[in-house]
Protein backbone atom coordinates (compact mmCIF):
# COMPACT_ATOMS: atom_id res chain seq x y z
CA UNK A 1 0.00 0.00 0.00
CA UNK A 2 1.50 3.12 -1.25
CA UNK A 3 1.19 6.12 1.31
CA UNK A 4 2.85 8.71 -1.11
CA UNK A 5 1.92 9.14 -4.78
CA UNK A 6 3.45 10.69 -7.20
CA UNK A 7 2.07 12.03 -10.48
CA UNK A 8 2.83 14.20 -13.34
CA UNK A 9 5.71 12.26 -15.38
CA UNK A 10 5.73 12.04 -18.94
CA UNK A 11 8.11 12.39 -22.16
CA UNK A 12 8.97 16.00 -23.00
CA UNK A 13 11.79 17.46 -24.60
CA UNK A 14 14.96 19.18 -23.83
CA UNK A 15 14.20 22.38 -22.98
CA UNK A 16 10.56 22.11 -22.01
CA UNK A 17 9.00 22.17 -18.47
CA UNK A 18 7.02 19.73 -16.14
CA UNK A 19 5.49 19.60 -12.76
CA UNK A 20 5.44 16.71 -10.53
CA UNK A 21 3.09 16.18 -7.74
CA UNK A 22 3.44 14.66 -4.69
CA UNK A 23 0.43 13.40 -2.08
CA UNK A 24 0.20 11.30 0.93
CA UNK A 25 -2.87 8.81 0.51
CA UNK A 26 -5.68 8.92 2.70
CA UNK A 27 -3.80 4.95 4.17
CA UNK A 28 -1.02 7.45 5.09
CA UNK A 29 -0.82 7.34 9.21
CA UNK A 30 0.54 10.50 8.86
CA UNK A 31 0.01 14.24 7.97
CA UNK A 32 3.09 15.51 5.75
CA UNK A 33 2.98 18.67 7.93
CA UNK A 34 5.14 17.23 10.23
CA UNK A 35 7.89 15.88 7.64
CA UNK A 36 10.20 17.17 5.34
CA UNK A 37 9.78 15.98 2.06
CA UNK A 38 12.18 15.23 -0.75
CA UNK A 39 12.15 14.16 -4.28
CA UNK A 40 15.46 11.87 -5.56
CA UNK A 41 15.64 10.31 -8.90
CA UNK A 42 17.20 7.34 -10.02
CA UNK A 43 17.96 6.93 -14.16
CA UNK A 44 18.90 3.58 -15.26
CA UNK A 45 22.39 1.51 -14.14
CA UNK A 46 22.78 4.55 -12.02
CA UNK A 47 21.94 4.67 -8.05
CA UNK A 48 19.52 6.89 -6.83
CA UNK A 49 20.33 10.49 -6.37
CA UNK A 50 18.94 13.31 -4.57
CA UNK A 51 17.12 16.08 -6.22
CA UNK A 52 15.44 18.64 -3.80
CA UNK A 53 13.79 19.15 -0.40
CA UNK A 54 11.98 21.23 1.52
CA UNK A 55 11.39 21.54 5.50
CA UNK A 56 8.56 20.68 7.00
CA UNK A 57 7.99 24.43 7.92
CA UNK A 58 8.95 25.15 4.00
CA UNK A 59 10.95 27.60 5.54
CA UNK A 60 14.11 25.93 3.76
CA UNK A 61 14.56 24.31 0.64
CA UNK A 62 17.66 22.33 -0.76
CA UNK A 63 19.00 21.34 -4.28
CA UNK A 64 21.70 19.35 -5.83
CA UNK A 65 23.89 21.22 -7.70
CA UNK A 66 23.01 19.47 -11.41
CA UNK A 67 19.32 21.26 -10.89
CA UNK A 68 20.06 24.21 -8.86
CA UNK A 69 18.27 27.11 -10.77
CA UNK A 70 15.94 25.00 -12.86
CA UNK A 71 13.59 23.37 -10.15
CA UNK A 72 12.13 24.66 -7.59
CA UNK A 73 10.23 22.26 -4.61
CA UNK A 74 6.98 23.92 -2.88
CA UNK A 75 4.46 21.90 -1.04
CA UNK A 76 0.81 22.96 0.54
CA UNK A 77 0.51 21.09 3.64
CA UNK A 78 -3.33 21.07 4.03
CA UNK A 79 -3.50 19.34 0.43
CA UNK A 80 -0.89 17.16 1.36
CA UNK A 81 0.87 17.46 -1.50
CA UNK A 82 4.31 18.54 -2.55
CA UNK A 83 5.50 20.12 -5.60
CA UNK A 84 8.56 19.92 -7.71
CA UNK A 85 8.58 22.17 -10.86
CA UNK A 86 11.59 21.40 -13.34
CA UNK A 87 12.20 23.67 -16.40
CA UNK A 88 14.74 23.99 -18.71
CA UNK A 89 14.60 19.96 -18.79
CA UNK A 90 18.19 18.53 -19.53
CA UNK A 91 17.92 14.59 -21.37
CA UNK A 92 20.11 13.52 -18.73
CA UNK A 93 17.38 14.79 -15.70
CA UNK A 94 15.75 10.82 -17.44
CA UNK A 95 14.68 9.17 -14.34
CA UNK A 96 12.24 7.86 -12.27
CA UNK A 97 11.33 10.32 -10.03
CA UNK A 98 10.32 9.27 -6.19
CA UNK A 99 9.06 11.29 -3.36
CA UNK A 100 9.83 10.49 0.20
CA UNK A 101 8.91 11.98 3.52
CA UNK A 102 11.58 12.25 6.88
CA UNK A 103 10.21 13.12 10.29
CA UNK A 104 11.89 15.53 12.09
CA UNK A 105 15.44 14.15 14.14
CA UNK A 106 16.87 16.35 17.02
CA UNK A 107 19.91 16.93 16.36
CA UNK A 108 20.47 16.32 12.66
CA UNK A 109 20.64 17.92 9.29
CA UNK A 110 16.74 18.50 8.52
CA UNK A 111 17.30 17.04 4.77
CA UNK A 112 20.06 14.34 5.64
CA UNK A 113 19.19 10.36 5.34
CA UNK A 114 17.68 8.56 5.94
CA UNK A 115 13.80 9.40 4.68
CA UNK A 116 11.67 6.91 5.76
CA UNK A 117 8.35 6.65 3.46
CA UNK A 118 8.84 6.74 -0.22
CA UNK A 119 6.74 6.96 -2.94
CA UNK A 120 6.49 4.16 -5.87
CA UNK A 121 7.84 6.65 -8.61
CA UNK A 122 7.38 8.48 -11.97
CA UNK A 123 9.09 8.52 -15.04
CA UNK A 124 10.03 11.82 -16.66
CA UNK A 125 11.69 11.07 -20.12
CA UNK A 126 13.57 14.24 -21.74
CA UNK A 127 14.34 13.72 -25.35
CA UNK A 128 17.00 15.83 -27.31
Known amino acids: QEQLVESGGGLVQAGDSLSLSCKASERAPYSISNYAMGWFRQAPGKEREFVAA????????KFSDSVKGRFTISRDNRANTVYLEMNALRPEDTAVYYCAARPQRYGTVWYSPPFDYWGQGTQVTVSS
Open 54 to 61: ISWYAGAT
